[in-house]
């Protein structure tokens, strides 16, 4: 897939840039291609847009300083990296027929390397990846974070004041949470993570990949992973798709895509791929409350500014992680949503592993699913009192963050949620009618079922608790949308008893 066109215009311009984008994204391709194209490696380049760029630039290739911070061992001290910068500085030094000697600090390491470098070669181009590596490796030891945040600021104070040094900047990250203090002293950096002429520059849009991947379409097809092409490309889109940084233009995530076509089978790629600890450590220290409560969550554009990673707000935090995404936007105001099936799969199954620990959370999930499909609304109550009976009271309390869980209604609802989400299907809640939101709707090939959560203080309120339930769904006409559905489409009131914390009472309402 040819993005150099972009990559070229970048380099072209001269400027220094700042790219965010969540991990397994293609920052790393992008620095790469970027640095092939820089040392004029025309070779690569046949066929693609900035081959006549590139075989130009080999005839005077720039100088390339590229730093990898995820190489760096996050568990070493601001000594360890500084030492290990003026190792990278001191090689890249003596690559260009240049000697120096390391300096007490990094940043006068860099300040030297980069004029001479310059005087005996021409001006530099340098390009940073995973800059944030060592400040989310350590979310849980701040000390630490403002050691190596005092390193870092004094580097990339450098950048800024060797620009007669250089030729072209990048660099890229996860999160632009830290931006403002490493990079303070270093304003000079321009931003193009949500800018519209670079939306794209990583990930797959939607005719990009029926351009490209036609061949591996039409093979997918061929070996019955679905039925059609219209169909695989639908179930791509639910799976894989939906990641948007301007709140218009969606990209598939490329790690999922690329290891879709490569094994034919749709998984979980992007957390497979490296369980992302930095989430799990965020979720546990701010205590982050279940995670239907950031589906559709309105957000001001201002609250989204970075901040230091310690003081962001959860919405903020998951947005940069590449967990939620711009759903929408309009004037100040942002819609935050998870972007498909595989990142509300993803993240349920860690909550439901590391926040909520349910054991054989998956297999439960499979039997309520299997319950669904037949339509055994018993045994669907009945699996999930059993999920909800194996969770310690004081993770009740501690992750609900409520004094009295027992009593909140939308955590029993989230959590049937995360069940069915964590073993890969489809669940969804508040879904919107004309009139109300029902609480959950479960589709499968075989029905569609509509299910309200009711919460009874104690045992002589589950009866008026049920019958305001089914006066609910037919009032707020949540089987409404599914008129013209040709399978079945059925609809349960579950009432949990607070004092129990299970379902007393569930009674399908039958089907229409």
């Known amino acids: 897939m040819d993005k150099t066109a972009l990559l070229q215009k970048l380099v072209a311009e001269g400027n220094a840039y700042f790219l965010a984008r969540p991990r397994r994204f293609g920052k790393s391709l992008t620095i790469s291609t970027l640095h092939a194209m820089l ?93 944030d590596a060592p400040i989310l490796d350590n979310l849980d030891n701040p000390e630490k974070i403002q050691d190596f945040r005092k390193v870092l600021r004094q580097f990339y104070k450098v950048l800024k004041a060797s620009s007669s040094s250089l030729c072209f900047t990048l660099i890229t990250g996860i999160s632009l949470f830290t931006k403002n203090s490493i990079f303070s002293a270093s304003n000079n950096l321009i931003d193009i993570s949500a800018e519209e002429e670079y939306r794209a520059i990583t990930g797959y849009t939607q005719k990009e990949l029926e351009e490209y991947f036609s061949a591996f379409i039409e093979q997918a097809v061929a070996k019955k992973i679905m039925s059609t092409r219209e169909s695989l490309l639908q179930k791509l889109q639910r799976y894989y798709d939906g990641f948007s940084f301007d709140g218009i233009t969606k990209v598939y995530n490329p790690f999922s895509l690329l290891s879709f076509f490569r094994k034919y089978k749709f998984s979980n790629y992007w957390y497979e791929s490296g369980s992302a600890t ?99 609304i018993c045994t669907l109550a009945l699996e999930y009192n059993a999920a909800i009976a194996s969770l310690p009271y004081h993770d009740l309390a501690k992750h609900t963050g409520k004094a009295n869980p027992k009593h909140d209604e939308s955590f029993y609802r989230a959590l049937f949620l995360m069940l069915l989400r964590a073993c890969g299907l489809q669940a969804h809640g508040e879904m919107p009618t004309c009139r109300g939101r029902s609480d959950v709707v479960i589709p499968c090939p075989e029905r569609i079922l509509v299910i309200e ?51 007393a009472l569930c009674q399908d309402m039958g089907c229409r």
């Open 39 to 131: 040392t004029g490696n025309a070779t690569l380049f046949d066929g693609l847009a900035a081959f006549p760029w590139v075989t130009k630039q080999s005839q005077h290739p720039s100088p390339v300083l590229l730093l990898d911070f995820s190489t760096f061992d996050s568990n070493g001290s601001a000594q360890a990296l500084t030492k290990w910068l003026n190792r990278k500085l001191t090689a890249f030094a003596a690559e260009h027929a240049v000697s120096v000697t390391a300096e007490a600090s990094c940043a006068e390491t860099l300040d030297t390397v980069l004029h001479l470098v310059s005087q005996h070669q021409g001006p530099v181009a340098v390009l940073i990846d995973e800059y």
């Open 278 to 376: 930095f989430i799990e450590s965020y979720f546990k220290k701010h205590n982050i409350e279940y995670l239907e409560k950031y589906h559709l969550i309105r957000v001001q554009s201002l609250d989204m500014a970075p901040k230091e990673i310690e003081s962001a707000s959860p919405e903020s935090f998951l947005y940069q992680a590449g967990y939620l995404t711009i759903a929408s936007s309009s004037d100040d105001t942002l819609i935050l949503d998870y972007p498909n099936q595989e990142v509300t799969s993803s993240l349920s199954h860690m909550y439901l592993s590391a926040i909520y620990p349910i054991a054989e959370h998956i297999s439960i999930g499979k039997k309520l699913w299997q319950a669904v499909r037949t339509g055994d």
């Open 453 to 503: 959560f009711n919460l009874a203080k104690n045992a002589t309120e589950i009866a008026s608790k049920h019958r305001e339930g089914e006066e609910q769904i037919r009032s707020q006409g949540y089987l409404e949308p599914y008129a013209t559905s040709t399978i079945p489409v059925s609809s349960a009131v579950f009432v949990v008893n607070a004092e129990k914390r299970q379902i």
